[in-house]
């Protein structure tokens, strides 16, 4: 069997695992689980672009997702009505003071001459701009988070298009990768999954902490959407007609019909992306960033800056995950931050990178689909699977409530099996790279 026919049996499989979950299930089940398999593909192609073609080791997707969202909330939400004048010209200047803080302790640190004397010039302006970023901003905020918390609470966002937020949250996750790159990128790889393990975390607790700017755990609500809202469908007269001629009711055709708008959209952009990358992959620069992946000093024995390519691939990966996690953020309609968990977007994503294929664009794309469907689908099925093993067994029986209460771990299980599966028989991935 060549490969391009495989490939495609292995596409056409997965399509025909949502087909039939469309047709034993629902219709909305199938094109729910078609949106986030497209937007986990778009966030396997960013980590496939740090470590398919850079060998760069990132487990800190999480925190760029998180940006992402963040973005979709200060670009998109309303302001709050007196929230700025409260307290938001007190935040900028806070923000600014503390900016200002750290360029000059590394000014001081790069003019000065190594020795005691520098290290106690960097720490007075460390310490004494601490104390006066805190003087500045404890006291807005505090004003800022005395309006109407139950409601508001936080300073809201610009009110523009939202849509404009998806390219936002790429430019906030790549700033974020930009900071870590600069710092970490030179060290080991190890030295770099600790910094972006570490940075993603500051990120949560900053966003989970920080009423001011996303209301914590309070959670924002009601962001903007780049579709209709299911319920303005439902009261307008004509869609409730038009979904009448098709036999349906006017609330089962809104959530079909806004989620088939979500998979157009998100579908655009993974092509878009796929495309990029794949120009990129065939590229000079594409090329140049294999032959550093394999082997760092042959490539700068030839004259390559191995750390500047390093730092454009992390922020380019970076940014893809930055613009899922606004894309995510804008079809909830909400910002949770107490539901990134490392365990959904960081380890779910490199488990679609690594059975697809690293290094393979294609791969990274049928591992989003592929896990995805399984993390969604796994749950029901080892449900039924044990009622099917505990079907002989007496109601009441310890073991049948236990088994039956171990299927909500069936997910857990089968990721570490397939994924345990596929490192075995199929080291490379489903796709491999070429």
């Not at 949502?18 to 199938?30: K, R």
């Not at 349906?248 to 655009?268: I, N, R």
């Not at 993974?270 to 140049?288: D, V």
Request: aromatic fraction near 10%; hydrophobic fraction near 55%.
């Amino acid at each position: 069997m060549s490969e391009g026919i495989r490939n495609t049996l292995l596409f056409l499989l997965v399509a025909g695992l949502i087909t039939y979950v469309g047709y034993a299930q629902s219709l909305n089940s199938a094109l729910l689980i078609i949106a986030m398999g497209l937007l986990s593909s778009i966030m396997a192609l960013g980590v496939n672009l740090q470590w398919g073609f850079a060998g760069l080791f990132n487990v800190g997707i999480m925190g760029f997702v998180a940006l992402g969202g963040l973005a979709a909330v200060l670009v998109g939400m309303p302001p709050t009505p007196g929230g700025f004048s409260a307290g938001g010209v007190g935040v900028l200047v806070a923000l600014l003071m503390g900016g200002a803080t750290i360029a000059a302790a590394v000014y001081a640190t790069k003019k000065m001459r190594k020795g005691w004397l520098r290290t106690v010039v960097v720490i007075v302006l460390l310490v004494g701009g601490f104390f006066v970023f805190r003087a500045l901003l404890d006291p807005s905020v505090a004003r800022i988070e005395e309006i109407n918390p139950a409601e508001y609470g936080y300073l809201g966002g610009l009110g523009w298009p939202v849509l404009l937020a998806w390219p936002v949250g790429g430019l906030f996750a790549a700033g974020a990768a930009w900071l870590i790159g600069k710092t970490a990128l030179g060290l080991r790889s190890d030295y770099l999954a600790i910094a972006t393990l570490g940075i993603a975390e500051i990120i949560i607790a900053v966003m989970k902490n920080e009423d001011w700017l996303t209301r914590g755990v309070k959670n924002v609500i009601g962001v903007p959407r780049p579709v209709p809202y299911e319920i303005d469908l439902q009261n307008d007269p004509s869609f409730v007609e038009r979904a009448a001629q098709l036999g349906m009711d006017p609330v089962e055709g809104s959530t079909l019909w806004v989620k088939f708008l979500y998979v157009l959209l998100f579908g655009a952009v993974l092509l878009i992306l796929l495309w990029m990358s794949q120009r990129a992959l065939h590229s000079p620069w594409g090329r140049m960033l294999r032959a550093i992946r394999d082997n760092e000093v042959a490539a700068e024995a030839m004259g390559k800056d191995v750390t500047a390519r390093h730092l454009q691939v992390f922020i380019l990966g970076s940014a893809v995950c930055g613009i899922a996690g606004a894309m995510m953020t804008t079809m909830d309609s909400q910002l949770t931050p107490g539901t990134y968990q490392p365990l959904r977007f960081t380890f779910l994503i490199w488990v679609m990178v690594i059975v697809g294929g690293s290094g393979n664009n294609f791969g990274a794309v049928l591992g989003g689909f592929l896990i995805w469907f399984l993390w969604v689908q796994v749950e029901p099925i080892g449900l039924w699977l044990m009622n099917v093993i505990t079907y002989g067994m007496a109601e009441g029986s310890p073991l049948k409530a236990h088994l039956i209460d171990s299927a909500a771990h069936m997910r857990l299980l089968t990721m570490g099996l397939v994924l345990l599966i596929v490192l075995r028989f199929s080291p490379r991935g489903l796709i491999p790279e070429k």
